[in-house]
Every structure is written in structure tokens, then in C-alpha cells.
């Protein structure tokens, strides 16, 4: 049980040398690196091939959200870059999800590579019940993300991204083996723009598989005080959980 598996750092910066320097920094503390729009979009697949490079293991947070035909193209295409997670929005639908969990088996098994993790996103944790009604959706954000995790796992999908507070019937109505990613993790009372947060400690004793630390760590003026004392809670966590 190593607690430094169960973290997710985002490499929320712009530029490639900020993203090098901080998988330089981090690799011996956390499980895998988030490369996500702002990163991909500035420096694009380099970064990747350095994360691969140094052994360290690659979530591409891109939360594709298109037509089937071409969500299944950019699976493919991020499988070939050696991805080891990519993410999909849930609300793409059951066939789009369908079939780019089919087009990730097809091209892993054709090119005889390991196949990414594939997960669906739920519902943004920047997004609430008000913000649902606003876009005419009528029933609450815990509503949706149930919908969106069962569609999600009835198309084949390894799990979901989620917020704090939906872990817990994810992982009942979704299994043991589900993957629940919790991004929206905080310590202490500061929320930045994510409007449902949770903590590293609640999120792990609730199930999650993944924390997503973001701001939480790299705006921290001694971060790896802060991660000795986030594996004390994800260990003390993962021992509840077992009992
Ligand atoms: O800095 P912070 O902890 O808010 O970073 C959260 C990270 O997780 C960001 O990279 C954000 O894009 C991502 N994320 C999220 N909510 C989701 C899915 C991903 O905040 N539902």
C-alpha cells in the first residue's frame, strides 16, 4: 500500500520547461501526472513523451466531447501516444462511449500496447444544482451524476471522474473495481472557482480511487510537508476502509 499511488498531480502551467521541472520535482511523490488542456494545447505530445521517459505514468485529462466518429478517432490517437488514463465526458452519450472504449480495444490489441484506462466525466465540480437549472437541466447535480456513472460503466468504461460528495454511491451502484477519480481537493477552507470540494482523507475513506491535487499542492509554499502529511491521511484512510 503505497499512498503516493492513489495521487494524481495536474500539470496545470503553461509551458513545457514549468511541466518538465515539476515531473522532476514530483515523480518519486505521486502516482501519475495530469496533462490537461492548457498544457496539451500549448506544448502537445512532447510533454507526454517525457513523463513516458522518465517512467512515470500519464493521465490525458482532455475530456473529449464530440460525435462518436470522432471521440473513437482521438482515443486512438491518444492511445498511440502511450497514454496510461484519458478521459471522455459521460454526457457524449452511451454510443459515443461505446464506441471509443471499443476503438481503445481494437487499436491496443492491433499495435500490441497496453490499453489506457478509459473514464468518463460526470458532472464538473464547478458546476451545482444552479448552475444545472441555468442550462434547463431540472433534475440535481446528484441525479445526473448517478445517470452519467451507470451509462458510463454500462458502456464499458474503467470509471468516472466525480466530486466528494457522489464517491460514496458511485462506488455502490458501480462496484469495487470501478475507478472514481475526485478532482475539487482541498485543505482548508479555500475553494478557487471549484464549487463542491473535498478532502484528501474524506475522499480516499469514501472510496475514491484517485485524488486529483491541483492548486492544493503547487500553490503551497512547502508542498512536500503537505504530501507526508496527505499520505498519513490516505493510509489512515485506506485502514478504515478495510475494517
Ligand atoms: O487546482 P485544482 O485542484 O482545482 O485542479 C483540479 C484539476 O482537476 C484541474 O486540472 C481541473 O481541470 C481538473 N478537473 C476538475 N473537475 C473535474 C474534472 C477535472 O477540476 N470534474
Known sequence: MDPKENIILALDVEHFDDARRLVMEFRDYVGMFKVGKQLFTHCGPKIIDFINMKNS?????????????????????????????????ASG???????????LANITKKLQIPRPKIIGVTVLTSIDDGELKAMGISITVKELTKNLALLAKDAGLDGVVAGG????????????DFVIVTPGVRIGDKKDDQKRTITPKEAIEKG???????????ENHQPFILLEGIYKDILDALSHRQN
Open 93 to 103: 452519450g452511451l454510443t459515443m462511449m461505446k464506441e471509443s472504449r471499443l476503438a
Open 57 to 89: 505514468k500519464v493521465f490525458l485529462d482532455l475530456k473529449y466531447h464530440d460525435i462518436p466518429n470522432t471521440v473513437s478517432k482521438a482515443v486512438i490517437e491518444a492511445a498511440k501516444l502511450g497514454v496510461d488514463m484519458l478521459n471522455i465526458h
Open 165 to 176: 460528495e457522489d464517491i460514496e454511491m458511485i462506488r455502490e451502484i458501480c462496484g469495487k
Open 208 to 218: 475514491a480511487s484517485y485524488i486529483v491535487l491541483g492548486r492544493t499542492l503547487l
